[in-house]
């Protein structure tokens, strides 16, 4: 099983900063097959990012994604008020698709 | 426009089942792989097993191998999750999510979620 970690736990920044959260895989996820996710409180999680680096439908262009092996990175250029959430990756590289444990984005 | 609309939230003693349902609408089921996951209170999100609502063969995460149950209707768009021999541990809230689609195994489409309480 492949075992996702992310850090920090927790983020702290203001509207208008950049955010930079990492995903680390116990061992390499082929062909990039990495996916981020956000999730607001009592809501279910929204599809970002799919092959490390493509963006969902409707998803907007301040959301970006990068790496591949064991490292990928999920970054945000500019945050808006509604982009404070929990953030997960998940590897759909090998069953069971697991994700890593969340980061918390929180306004500063 | 794609929806996924899940069964109410149940409560059930330790050692019964549950079975949670997932209408699918604004697509064809057939056509897209579910898949069922959970996140129990203050925590992250664990996948469970997947379903292909064609022809009705499953995939189960060896942790609840014998316990879950992944079933279809084709008539109704419907797909369910039966989860046996309950414990406190199964708490969570449960989501159906549709796969992007064949052998790709992460989720575009999510429903909103059903929260299963075990409690004696």
């Known amino acids: 099983e492949i075992v996702l970690t992310q850090s920090p736990g927790t983020l702290s920044l203001s509207p208008g900063e950049r955010a930079t959260l990492s995903c680390r895989a116990s061992q390499s996820v082929s062909s990039s097959y990495l996916a981020w996710c956000q999730q607001k409180p009592g809501q279910a999680p929204r599809l970002l990012i799919y092959g490390a680096s493509s963006r969902a439908t409707g998803i907007p262009d301040r959301f970006s994604g990068s790496g591949s092996g064991t490292d990928f990175t999920l970054t945000i250029s500019r945050l808006e008020p509604e982009d404070f959430a929990v953030y997960y990756c998940?590897?759909?590289?090998?069953?069971?698709?697991?994700f890593g444990q969340g980061t918390k984005l929180e306004i500063k | 426009q794609v929806q996924l609309v899940q069964s109410g939230a149940e409560v059930k003693r330790p050692g019964a089942s549950v079975k949670v349902s997932c209408k699918a609408s604004?697509?064809?089921?057939?056509?897209?792989?579910m898949h069922w996951l959970r996140q129990a209170p203050g925590q992250g999100l664990e996948w469970m097993g997947t379903?292909?609502?064609?022809?009705?063969?499953?995939s189960y995460a060896q942790k609840f191998q014998g316990r879950v149950t992944m079933t279809r209707d084709t008539s109704t768009s419907t797909v369910y999750m039966e989860l046996s021999s309950l414990r406190s541990e199964d708490t969570a809230v449960y989501y159906c999510a549709r796969d992007k689609g064949w052998n790709y195994h992460y989720f575009d489409y999510w429903g909103q979620g059903t929260l299963v309480t075990v409690s004696s």
């Open positions: 998940q590897q759909y590289s090998s069953s069971p698709y697991t």
């Open positions: 379903i292909n609502p064609s022809g009705g063969s499953t």
């Open positions: 604004g697509y064809t089921l057939t056509r897209y792989p």
